[in-house]
């Protein structure tokens, strides 16, 4: 019987290793190669926040400096590659560089399109991990936070321990920001796709996870 348990952890636990692996690949695109209107952008924390029209509607987050900004612009016209693991702005310079994403909104239609992890092996039905982080950038409208957010891996980050997440400029939000430290949750369905616990119970949503600009200050 013991030998019994025995090879059924060890089936159970390279299940979930697997899936883990498959979590932290290229997510598969929800989108489509397409021309695109940038329906608002604006610049925040050293990054350009692009919003492109769509059903559902991409956001995408790109350094505000180097070939990005050159052709970024409000209601511009913009050509979208499936090419990279967040896809790719086509450059309309034949001779520049394209426009590769640093990081991407609506988190919960990339959850939607992707693997998702078996509730079963990962022990609940809503997971939770411990976030730590620092507050490196704050507008009217968000925060942003750097650190350690183990659960974004399940949207394709590979570098979940070093990335920024972008949650609303709200009470329950700025209480977590203070903290430095709090329990996130990732949702199977629904939105948000993730969050931030706190206490009492309440949620803070997280809009966006980015990749930390070079210039960015160290959590």
Known sequence: MRLARTALAAVLLGTLTAG???LTGSPTNPFTPDTHYIVMLTERGGYLDAHLSG???MRLLFP???PCAEFLKPEAQVS???RGRYGQLINPDPNGKPCIPMG???LHVWRNKGPRPDPYLTGSPLPRRTARFTEIHRDE???FLRGRWPLASWVGFARSDDIVAIIPNIENCRRAADDGKATMEYRYSGEPAFAIMMQPPAK???EAFAIPLPTAPKP
Request: proline fraction near 10%; charge should be negative.
């Open 104 to 106: 991407v909104g609506n």
């Open 204 to 206: 803070c949503p997280i």
């Open 64 to 66: 505000s400096t180097g």
């Open 20 to 22: 883990c692996k498959s």
């Open 80 to 82: 979208y590659s499936l």
């Open 55 to 57: 059903d559902p509607e």
């Open 141 to 143: 409208a968000d925060l």
